[in-house]
């Protein structure tokens, strides 16, 4: 009898859209019977009340307690929907809320004493003409949620090469990145792939889809290998297959596709988020609405703090790698980006300038100080204290990014010093303006849901026109002016001995001048002092 109730709840609870209001009723959606009563069972299980609105520091604790646990001795991917959970009443307090229905469910369901499997599983492409960089086969992770109409592509990050020298060398020191001959035969997603409610409140039952990059082409190429080429560049259409072979898994019922992706994977999302939209629409699956998570990927083709020759990936401006890598690929560019830079399609590799000709909705996360620009422009925060000439250009980019950032209406751009988000254990902790980012995405796909978005050619730009539900934050981007002074940042620890450093310690070792700061900033020193100390 009880695995009979649990089967109703499974597939009911999946199947619904609920919608709790402040008093506590639940409307069903469908309005289905069973709903109706595994809802009341759950309500019987409730140890107490959900409480309407509960103070945050409940869940930081929670959090930091998590954090403090060891490491499973498995691989992790630290790497969005599933169905939408819009518990207004409980937004407070969801993390609980959501443990206790993982808890119900899992004791109604007796029947087997086996933990389910939440790794998602390797798959091989089955057209085995679209290859990794060494020809080996291209493939995916899954982990199918058959109750869920949501799915989940994550684009893995990683760098490029752009040459034969290039590609030479990270085929010795980065070889997984470049073939599958060595790829586990499962991943545990983390983040906003992890299966686990606590971490990943309101994607956790998607189905998740991890790509492994393998093709150094910034997922754009469409270059087999051949006798007369040294590698494939097949970054474009790997995903375009992935694509088509999820549409037999059940993606061809699919509400929502979201393509994220961290690092290269995100400026991979902004180059194929328009290709897999067209792609779906074009095999009358008009059903499915594609959004793109650009996660890292939002880079500036900006002058260099020190110029060097283009020798190799890291030393060697962002402009003229891309340049010399999208002939060297063959890369694909969505084709409303193509036109508007005909001749120099490279430009499309940079956030601000692809973005406006996208045609579906995208939502860009991006440190403001991001460590892959900052390398990248030659400005390296190792070793000796950051000189004064350092500091003018750290600060500089950070203003630079964030005017690049004012017209992009769903964004996330923390004051931090760092690299990649959406996948970390810790994503849920990091703040802007008082919100966190799956708080920020929940808003975002409310937003879209009310605006009732469809992606197609007659809903261009609608992305520019979707409005934030009342109390519900889309555009978060934080106004202070220099690393880490946003009290949330991740915590930071000295490259040479590996100690947490305090955010006072952070900026002295690069060169922060108090009395100086505080002078530009129109405040008294100590004052300044003790926003520092506590984070503000």
């Known amino acids: 009898m009880q695995c009979f109730i649990h089967t109703h709840f499974r597939d009911a609870f999946q199947e619904q859209h609920f919608d709790m ?216 259409l790997i995903i375009k297959e992935v694509v088509n072979e999820l549409l037999t898994k059940g993606l061809d019922n699919g509400k929502v596709l979201l393509l994220a992706g961290s690092s290269a994977g995100g400026t991979g999302v902004l180059l194929n988020v328009d290709h897999v939209a067209e792609q779906l629409e074009s095999q009358g699956h008009r059903g499915v609405q594609v959004r793109g998570l650009a996660d890292s990927g939002w880079f500036l083709d900006n002058k260099q703090y020190k110029f060097t020759d283009c020798l190799d990936t890291i030393s060697c401006a962002p402009t003229e790698a891309i340049k010399r890598g999208i002939r060297y690929w063959g890369g694909l560019v969505p084709e409303s980006c193509r036109q508007a830079h005909v001749g120099e399609e490279w430009n499309c590799f940079f956030g601000y300038k692809v973005y406006p000709t996208l045609k579906s909705p995208v939502f860009v996360v991006q440190w403001l100080f991001d460590e892959a620009q900052l390398m990248v422009d030659n400005v390296h925060l190792t070793g000796q204290p950051v000189h004064e000439g350092q500091w003018r250009y750290i600060q500089k980019l950070g203003q630079e990014l964030s005017s690049t950032l004012r017209d992009v209406p769903a964004m996330f751009a923390p004051a931090c010093l760092s690299h990649e988000l959406i996948t970390r254990t810790y994503w849920m902790d990091i703040h802007v303006k008082g919100t966190s980012l799956p708080r920020a995405l929940h808003c975002w796909d409310r937003s879209l849901q009310d605006n009732n978005h469809i992606n197609s050619s007659n809903h261009n730009h609608q992305k520019h026109k979707t409005l934030p539900t009342r109390g519900c934050p889309l555009h978060l981007i934080d106004s202070c002016p220099w690393p880490h002074c946003n009290p949330s940042c991740p915590t930071i620890r000295d490259q040479l001995t590996g100690q947490e450093m305090s955010v006072i310690q952070f900026l002295k070792h690069m060169g922060f001048d108090v009395q100086k700061m505080a002078q530009q900033q129109g405040m008294d020193p100590r004052t300044l002092l003790g926003m520092l100390s506590n984070g503000n």
């Open 21 to 236: 209001q402040s008093r506590g009723v639940v409307r069903s959606l469908a309005g289905l019977s069973a709903a109706r009563s595994c809802l009341l069972l759950l309500f019987i299980h409730m140890s107490a009340p959900v409480e309407a609105k509960r103070v945050q520091g409940d869940r930081a604790q929670t959090r930091r307690a998590q954090q403090q646990q060891p490491p499973a001795h498995r691989e992790r991917v630290e790497g969005a929907e599933s169905f939408p959970l819009d518990f207004t009443a409980v937004e407070g307090n969801m993390d609980n809320f959501m443990v206790q229905i993982k808890n119900l469910a899992q004791s109604l369901y007796p029947c087997s004493a086996q933990k389910l499997d939440q790794d998602m599983k390797l798959h091989f492409l089955k057209n085995a003409s679209v290859t990794c960089n060494d020809g080996s086969p291209a493939g995916f992770y899954i982990k199918e949620s058959k109750g869920s109409k949501r799915w989940l592509l994550f684009l893995e990050g990683g760098w490029y090469c752009f040459n034969k020298q290039t590609c030479d060398s990270r085929y010795e020191t980065m070889r997984r990145l470049m073939s599958s001959t060595k790829w586990p035969q499962t991943r545990t997603g983390t983040g906003i792939l992890s299966p686990q409610p606590e971490e990943n409140p309101h994607w956790w039952n998607a189905n998740m889809v991890f790509i492994p990059y393998c093709s150094s082409d910034v997922w754009s190429g469409a270059t087999p290998k051949t006798d007369h080429s040294d590698y494939a560049f097949m970054g474009s």
